[in-house]
């Protein structure tokens, strides 16, 4: 995928395509300080010319029309809780504007102008082997920070068993019956903190009840699910979007997520927007960013 950020501009009805080759890393700084400034910057980018609009890790639609910010990518991208931060304040420095996460990455965006879905599908189709066909899916990791995912699975007779697991950036679905399976047959914790693996937050997480064949589902990026349910017609599985909560719940106080607060999430940000306190320079960044924070606490 690379690091090529794709912007659509949209004014007076007219949509303007384009592209950074390199700007997904900085997208998150770009985008953050309002239409004043973002808008100028998209204007100088080169206009796309024939790039596929998938191959993108970051992107935003600026549609000044409507006053709407979509956006995804940058170094908030994998980071749930950070990523609802960044959004709360960008929500001030976009004042008057709508600014939201393209849960899907580039296909919201698509979905947002009304782009047809073939050409991104096909681009970004996975290619799967026999050999990870067969693969245990709830492999456990052996050594810890290697992970990016929970698993949760309730057996039929109640026992919860949770599999801190590492899924590649393009990933195969995995079955269902298969994971239920894995569960079945390879004992696991039932209670985890997974800041006891990695100081990250988890990417996504899937949870599987077998006796109501029920299951929830979040992900930071929800453009390929990672389960396939055509084997299983009689599970029903909800999408949570990046709402992590939902598998806390179904866990009880069994799974701890890492938890961070305010302050930690703020300072967090400045060193992303690089608006640190000791720093000299970027006086506006600052300023801009301290004006953001305060609209954030009065509003709460």
């Known amino acids: 995928m690379g690091s090529r950020a794709n912007y659509f501009l949209v004014r007076d009805g007219t949509r303007s395509t384009l592209t950074s080759p390199r700007g997904a890393a900085g997208l998150a700084f770009d985008m953050f300080w ?108 052996k050594r810890r920070g290697a992970v990016n995912t929970m698993v949760s699975v309730r057996l039929r007779h109640g026992e919860l068993r949770l599999y801190p697991i590492w899924l590649p950036s393009k990933q195969a679905p995995m079955p269902i019956a298969g994971l239920v399976a894995a569960a079945t047959d390879r004992p696991a914790p039932g209670r985890i903190d997974w800041t006891d693996w990695t100081r990250r937050f988890p990417a996504g997480g899937l949870h599987l009840d077998a006796g109501m064949q029920h299951g929830v589902w979040w992900a930071a ?28 719940v179904e866990t009880g106080d069994c799974l701890r997520f890492p938890e961070r607060s305010q302050a930690d999430l703020v300072a967090q ?10 720093d000299p320079l970027h006086g506006q960044e600052k300023r801009t960013f301290a004006a953001a924070l305060e609209a954030l606490r009065q509003a709460q």
């Not at 698509?110 to 096909?122: E, I, K, S, T, V």
């Not at 940000?269 to 000791?278: E, N, P, Q, S, T």
């Open 34 to 141: 309002g239409p004043e400034r973002a808008i100028p910057f998209v204007e100088r980018l080169a206009k796309a010319r024939g790039e596929n609009l998938l191959d993108a890790a970051g992107g935003a639609v600026v549609d000044i029309d409507n006053h709407v910010l979509l956006l995804f990518g940058g170094g908030v991208q994998s980071d749930v809780p950070l990523r609802r931060m960044y959004l709360e304040l960008a929500q001030a420095t976009w004042f008057g504007w709508e600014v939201r996460w393209s849960m899907t990455g580039q296909l919201g965006l698509a979905d947002y102008l009304g782009l047809p879905h073939n050409p991104f599908l096909a681009a970004d189709a996975v290619q799967v082997d026999s050999e990870e066909k067969r693969a245990d899916p709830l492999k456990r990791r």
């Open 269 to 278: 940000l400045r060193g992303i927007l690089g608006v640190r306190r000791l």
């Open 221 to 248: 990026d929800t453009h390929r699910p990672i389960f396939d349910r055509s084997g299983s017609p009689e599970w029903t599985i909800e999408t949570f979007d990046d709402r992590f909560e939902a598998q806390l």
